[in-house]
């Protein structure tokens, strides 16, 4: 193995950490959050036509992290100098964030109002990042589709809870 290519492996090999560690934290925080609160809170509230059954939101996030992953491994690879390469990491941070966050507010405070007061911007965030991803690898941009689609869903499952049990 040559130098120059024990040097891009190197930059692979961080770039996974950097994708995937935070991902998996925002994942494993909101497990923490959900987990303890299903049984009997949630399973107990009013839900909306179309709610899926319990069972299906874990295969289905653990698709959606694992796209997300690879979505920001190919912007964390791109061109350091790549113009809107620094906006980009920092919202998908900041919509990794709020990911995390919607769990502890709607499972973990038990507050769907809190809850849809997180995911309105989360969408947004979503959006705005698959549109600062498309300007750099338009993979990594179609990665984030179905996040997108799936927490629109996941928003009107919220507000539906909302409605339903105020």
Same mark, same amino acid.
């Given at each position: ?5 024990? +040097? ?6 961080? /770039? /996974? /950490?950097?994708?995937? &560690?935070?991902?998996?934290? !925002?994942? $494993?925080? @909101? ?36 796209? $997300? ?8 690879? @791109? ?10 990491? =920092?919202?998908? /941070? ?10 502890? !507010? ?11 007061? %997180?995911?309105?911007? $989360? +969408? ?14 338009? $993979? !990594? ?8 689609? =799936? %927490?629109?869903? !996941?928003?009107?499952?919220?507000? &539906? ?6």
């Amino acid at each position: 193995m040559s130098a120059a290519s024990g +040097e891009r492996r190197l930059g692979a090999l961080a /770039a /996974a /950490a950097w994708s995937a &560690g935070p991902i998996f934290a !925002a994942a $494993m925080l @909101g497990n923490a959050a959900t987990l303890p609160n299903i049984a009997p809170w949630y399973d107990r509230l009013a839900k909306p036509p179309l709610t899926p059954p319990n069972w299906l939101f874990g295969p289905a996030w653990t698709i959606l992290y694992v796209l $997300m992953g690879v979505a920001f491994y190919r912007i964390l690879r @791109g061109d350091p100098a790549g113009p809107g390469r620094r906006a980009a990491i =920092w919202l998908f /941070a900041a919509q990794l964030v709020l990911n995390a966050g919607w769990s502890v !507010a709607f499972f973990g405070a038990r507050s769907p109002t809190l809850g849809l007061a %997180v995911i309105l911007p $989360m +969408e947004a965030l979503i959006l705005a990042t698959i549109a600062a991803f498309w300007r750099l690898d338009r $993979m !990594a941009a179609f990665c984030l589709i179905p996040y997108a689609l =799936w %927490v629109a869903f !996941a928003t009107y499952l919220n507000a &539906g809870v909302l409605t339903l049990n105020s």
